[in-house]
């Protein structure tokens, strides 16, 4: 299970690829909330996140094993 936590307090999109730049997950959301997403079925490997919001654009990453 990935967290995500946002605390930007704007409206924002939440996005998941693999390693090769594929799209694994979107979601549009509130920017206060708590985001619980499960990673489960990903298969193993690196994945960038990013979340973009009308003044924030953060990126970060994880590594799934």
Known sequence: ???F???VNSQGT??????????Q???V??????IKIDISE???GLYLVN???EHHNSFGKFIKQ
């Open 51 to 53: 979340y973009k919001s």
């Open 29 to 34: 959301c509130d920017g206060k909330q708590k």
């Open 42 to 44: 990903y298969s193993n």
């Open 5 to 7: 936590e946002p605390n």
């Open 25 to 27: 997950y979107e979601l």
């Open 1 to 3: 299970v990935l967290y």
């Open 14 to 23: 939440l996005k998941i690829f693999d390693a090769s730049g594929k799209l």
